[in-house]
């Protein structure tokens, strides 16, 4: 096996080199990248050469792919590989831009929550020599281990509603945004779910505090003024800089993160003509979860 890690030496992170990923990875490679993702929580491989198919299919050797219901950012005839831009051609966006969404955790809206996301850097804003647009980090894994005694005793067996409502609601907030609300039939088709607070992470076997300010809305075995203060401190605690890993893109890196042990977050610190173009599959977490609960 030809390939080479190197930890970023942060609190995530590490480079994979020496794998191709436009071709099939054999069982001793998947095995050693899995392994990684749940040590370092994001990969990065530098210098890939994928289509949407090869991406398609490098990213389902992790595990089923999410068919994204955000109609018209697909890859044509692809609807797994979902297209992330502030590209607008011909009066119409080429992708969704959801930059700047705030700490989150994808899919924790979810009754099926999500194991990992691959992305591939097509187009990178870059300004004075410095690539823009940075995918932020934090690490559960040490969130959770650094939590008081008391605090990881009372919340064990806890659960946490998550509602997509609660990020969508935030940016219908933002200054000129033109969203609606959502309708009755869209909150149907995503109502509030819970999942436990702490999950064990099924690559570590460790726990991982799942909760996010993005979509976690209270804490349902507590009064909802104490479930409030447990939340405001948790989202302060998880974002600590101790915590935090940034990756700053290059094009043509594949980065690939695992959503148990890590909350993430796009930085919006580009302009309407500094384009950025980011193809995205979602692996969802059925080899490990079903409907929240481990198998
Ligand atoms: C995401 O939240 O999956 C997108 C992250 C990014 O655009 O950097």
Known sequence: MNMKLTPTGETLGATIDGLDLSRNLDEEELA?????LGKYGVLRFPRQQL???????FSA?????????AGG???PGMPEVM???NIVEHGKPMGLSDAGQDWHTDMSYSRQIAFANVLYGIKIPVRGGKPLGNT??????AAYDDLPAAMKRDLDGKT???DFNKFWEEMRRREGSRR???SEAQRKAKPPVSHPIFLEHPLTGRKVLYANPGYSMRINELPQRESDEVLAFLFRHQTQPQYRYAHQWQERDVLVWEDFGTIHNAIPDYLPHEHRLIKRCQVMATRFFRNGEPW
């Not at 289509?51 to 299919?57: P, T």
């Open 73 to 75: 950012y697909q890859e």
């Open 136 to 141: 932020e980090f934090c690490n559960m894994h």
């Open 32 to 36: 050693a990248v899995m392994q990684a």
């Open 160 to 162: 946490v509603l998550h």
């Open 180 to 182: 609606a609300p959502l």
């Open 51 to 57: 289509g949407a198919a090869e991406l398609k299919r």
């Open 61 to 69: 050797q992790l595990g089923d792919l999410e068919i994204n219901v």
């Open 83 to 85: 297209i992330l831009s």
